[in-house]
């Protein structure tokens, strides 16, 4: 009884590393084909375009702003700091965009939110990419004291506001048949220490992609690309977690490069630094039924995800 045991115990630790090994696998080549197979010419499929970027005085939201900037976008740029919004404004007409605007908003508000999109819609005349990236709330790093206001605080920014801003550009982004970007966060699978924020992203991956899914079935042609990312070097997050780990961070300008080209290519996902996924396929877990059926889903969602990427269909959201 004891050495069939040990047989079984055997048996399962190997197909679990063979599982391992296909997974990963399969990882390389998702992400590989996406950056080599793709075809992407920036300047022509985005010269003349706007956008509208929130969160773009700072951090990943500037550098996006410059992305677009040097593909020759109309710029709108939104965020709390004006001065700092002038100054990004001005390298973004310096970098070749063929305008760039601002309008100070905070996002803790839902009604300043609806003014952005008609200043959009004012200064625009239409919108063809919404950049959601702001961040904000009173949550701190750390164990989570039942801080209601801190949860209310940061579900109104980082979640409600992003779909306020999406229910009053969704008129515009039809008519366009435009692309939404979202910026979420790897604190959106879990994330001990920042529960108020992690749940407004756990929040914004399910929004959005239920959106994705539901505005394919009704055949209407807008994409919403999620941006999956890891430790980047902005200010906030070196200021917030930066003396907590050891973990290096990944340049923000790479990162607003990854996102953007998503975007742009009508991705639905895009996760950066790609490596962010070694934790789940490298930690010595423990062997077990459940760690095996989160495995099999994991492995069948990006499965799924290429196939359903080759097969012709009408619109890519």
Known sequence: MIHSSIYHRADT????????????GLCAYYFYSQETLSPFKPP???????????GSSTGIGEQIAYEFAR??????????REKQLKEVAQKCLELGAS????????????TSAQNVIED????????????????GGSGRFGPFQGDMAAVTSSMTVNFLSYVQLTVSAMTMLQESQGSIIVISSLSGKEAP??????????????FYSSLRRELRLREISLSVTVAVLGYIDTDN??????????????????????????????????????????????????????????LL???????????ERGKPRRETS
Not at 71 to 80: E, P, S, W, Y
Not at 120 to 135: E, F, I, S, T
Not at 193 to 203: E, G, N, V
Not at 298 to 305: D, E, G, P, Q, Y
Request: charged share 20%; aromatic share 8%; proline share 3%.
């Open 193 to 206: 220490f920042t529960l108020s924020y992690s749940a407004a992203k756990f929040a914004l991956e399910g």
């Open 13 to 24: 630790m190997a197909a679990i590393r063979l599982l391992l090994s296909l997974l990963t």
């Open 237 to 294: 997050a070196l200021k917030i977690i930066g003396d907590k780990i050891t973990m290096q961070a990944n340049p923000k300008e790479e990162c607003a490069r990854e996102v953007v080209r998503a975007g742009v290519l009508r991705h639905r996902e895009v996760i950066y630094p790609y490596w962010s996924l070694k934790p789940l396929l490298l930690y010595p877990f423990p062997i077990g039924k459940g760690t095996v059926i989160t």
């Open 99 to 110: 305008s760039a605007r601002h309008v100070v908003s905070d996002m803790n508000n839902l």
């Open 44 to 54: 022509e499929m985005v010269r003349g375009k706007r956008v509208l970027v929130t």
């Open 120 to 135: 959009a819609r004012n200064k625009l005349r239409g919108l063809d990419y919404l950049v959601l990236n702001h961040v």
């Open 71 to 80: 593909m020759g976008a109309h710029l709108l740029l939104t965020a709390r």
């Open 297 to 307: 889903h994991f492995l069948f969602c990006i499965t799924s995800h290429r196939m």
